[in-house]
């Protein structure tokens, strides 16, 4: 396994299809791998075509709860996905009220975030959680996790772009789940405390490419070789080397998601 992994990014699919054979050299040249994550069925057949390609990459197979085109989800159909053994986790899926927080969207939602927990439970795989509440709210993180404590013990998974506060944090480690950070903890120091508190063997890496680039990549198109800034980071704040950051991480993707 390489020496970092970028857990959560959209290599090869959304905009960065065109210039992919450049990032992923660069990637090698970084020692990085990752997992590319699908947010409809097109994007989540294309991660995995991507993943049969290169031993440094894996794929993720999912409906992100706004971004995924408006298809219907065919649970039969992302079933044949999941079980390919490339795939290592079903996602993005999850709660996203950010833009509209009604009621009859969240019950939309949840219905489909259900399925999606369906799917991990039958192919034993875990989940890669998408949550953005409502402004000022934790809304969209109380209702995943209320539907995840149900099957406590039964499913794992990882919060991905974690932005939650410490009570949710908190509730998010007893159901024994993982949560992983990207850019912005490079920019700011709003989740310094989030992360100070989190235990490292719960913590995972990530860089959600194209979207939000950390420093010093801000304003550039977010490439997943990028995810060593937020290792170096996360150091930073734990007070370790990035090595032993490495080293802590690549065992919490083994344990996670069995790469
Ligand atoms: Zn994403």
Known sequence: MQKYIDIHSHLGLLTLEENKEEIIAKMIEKDVATIVIGVDYE?????IELAEKYDF??????????DNNGEVFDLEEFKKLALHKKVVCIGECGLDYFRDSSEEI????????????ELALSVKKPLMI??????????????ALSILEKYKGKISGNFHFFVGDLSIAKRALDIGFTMSFDGPITFTDEYDELIKFIPLESIMCETDAPFVAPVPYRGKTCEPWMVEEVYKKIAKIKNLSVEEVALVVKKNVRRVFGI
């Open 130 to 143: 998408h949550s953005r509440p409502s402004n000022g709210t934790q809304d969209a993180y109380e209702d």
């Open 106 to 117: 969240k019950k939309e939602q949840k219905e489909l975030f259900e399925k999606h927990v």
């Open 43 to 47: 994007t989540s057949k294309k991660g």
């Open 57 to 66: 990459i894996w794929a993720g197979v999912g409906f992100h709860p706004t």
